[in-house]
């Protein structure tokens, strides 16, 4: 569909998504707003974390410890996160934490504008995923990293540009283990032995960074240390009795809304793993765009809807991916209609926005957020399965995979 189509269709979401000035003004003033009432607040406990692993690091003091005398909890990302975090490290607090929060804005929008689409429908996601950008902007945290990490790979991979897709996915596996479902774009790249090579080479070098500024012996005990404080911080994330805020993913929801709280997370894992490897079936659509950033939206979502370490702040990976999802969709009421109450339920239902009564009895408790992600996530593997993902029949291309992103156009 072209774009003028598209105006007459989404009155209100196109107008808006014209106006640039609105766009950059909501992304960032929103970021912005976000972190300063946080830091105003001084309630800038995870970038404190964030901050001391360079210096812990640094120093080869022990990385999972706790350190009451400097913030609460306990860090949670690997070595590697030390050099992420290190030019912010040695300014002001508040203003490390501004730049860190703003820094994340901008991956994230970078990484949006390199999407496959037009001007109109990436503004359109920009505009949707304002509100909860403004959010994660006040957790200070790294999910808005990762899923610009997770978005490049797939841009990268399509660009031939494989040794950046591997970079980044080494990368974000080595922060926070998220970043290895960019392996799902594996099948797209146009030289899949380059794709392979790159992922080893710096997985390799990544392992090793940090022994640069501390030393290796220090270091093999980090990996070690971090594998440990994963698997207790999963313990603890699986246990809804302990906490609320934890585990707000697909595992969560049903655990909590059908009152099954010893649900072994394997039962959710293991069918969300056949389901996801089954979307590979369709292959022979590697080359069609809609397909390929149908398995985008499904990669971003699955390792927000399938974690224990899910919060919510962490569905600005997953948000995206709705929205992405959204503008390759006809403009029909049910559809605009499922993406109100998407937004709703994961943007607003732990916002100001609602009452606190909401968040109380009902966001919080249940893991709501995940309910539209799963639902959509569950869609679009059956679209995938179901070819509905196609504009129209036709038989499968064959051509070798362009070099530079074309816009995908809206049906």
Same mark, same amino acid.
């Given at each position: ?5 598209? !105006?007459?269709?989404? @009155?209100?979401?196109?107008? +808006?998504?014209?106006? $640039? ?5 909501? /992304? =960032?003033? #929103? ?87 037009? !001007?109109?429908?990436? @503004?359109?996601?920009?505009? +949707?995923?304002?509100? $909860? ?5 006040? /957790? =200070?945290? #790294? ?269």
């Amino acid at each position: 569909m072209r774009e003028n189509d598209m !105006r007459e269709k989404r @009155n209100v979401l196109t107008y +808006l998504a014209e106006k $640039e000035w609105l766009i950059l003004g909501l /992304w =960032f003033g #929103l970021a912005f707003l976000g972190a300063a009432v946080e830091i105003s607040r001084h309630n800038i406990n995870n970038y404190l974390i964030f901050k001391q692993v360079f210096f812990h690091v640094l120093h080869q003091q022990p990385l999972y410890a706790a350190y009451p005398a400097e913030y609460f909890d306990v860090n949670h990302y690997g070595p590697v996160f030390s050099f992420l975090i290190a030019p912010f490290a040695g300014l002001d607090d508040r203003l490390g934490a501004l730049l860190w929060a703003l820094t994340g804005a901008a991956v994230l929008f970078y990484a949006i504008r390199q999407l496959p689409l037009s !001007r109109i429908q990436q @503004n359109i996601i920009l505009l +949707l995923c304002a509100q $909860e950008m403004m959010g994660a902007s006040g /957790w =200070f945290q #790294l999910n808005q990293f990762i899923g610009a990490f997770i978005i490049l790979t797939f841009t990268n991979t399509l660009k031939g540009r494989e040794m950046w897709a591997t970079f980044l996915i080494a990368l974000g596996t080595f922060t926070k283990l998220y970043g290895i479902v960019g392996l799902a774009f594996f099948f797209f790249s146009p030289n899949p032995r380059r794709f392979i090579t790159g992922f080893f080479l710096w997985s390799a070098v990544l392992f090793a960074l940090p022994m640069v500024i501390s030393s290796p012996q220090y270091i093999m005990q980090a990996y070690q240390d971090w594998y440990v404080e994963l698997v207790h911080k999963n313990e603890q994330n699986v246990n809804t009795a302990a906490t609320l805020y934890q585990d707000i993913s697909a595992g969560g929801f049903i655990k909590r809304v059908f009152h099954i709280p010893s649900l072994n997370g394997a039962i959710i894992l293991v069918p969300a793993i056949v389901l996801f490897l089954l979307q590979y079936t369709q292959l022979k659509y590697r080359y069609n765009s809609r397909y390929r950033l149908y398995i985008l939206c499904s990669t971003l979502m699955f390792p927000v809807l399938f974690s224990s370490g899910s919060e919510a702040c962490t569905y600005i990976i997953a948000l995206p991916a709705v929205c992405i999802w959204y503008v390759l969709q006809p403009a029909t009421r049910a559809n605009n209609i499922f993406l109100f109450f998407s937004i709703l339920l994961v943007s607003f239902s732990h916002s100001d926005l609602v009452t606190p009564w909401v968040r109380k009895n009902i966001a919080t408790p249940y893991a709501i957020k995940a309910l539209p992600c799963l639902v959509l996530w569950l869609m679009i593997v059956y679209q995938v399965l179901t070819r509905k993902f196609l504009v129209r029949k036709e038989p499968a291309p064959v051509p070798a995979p362009a070099r530079e992103l074309q816009p995908v156009s809206h049906p």
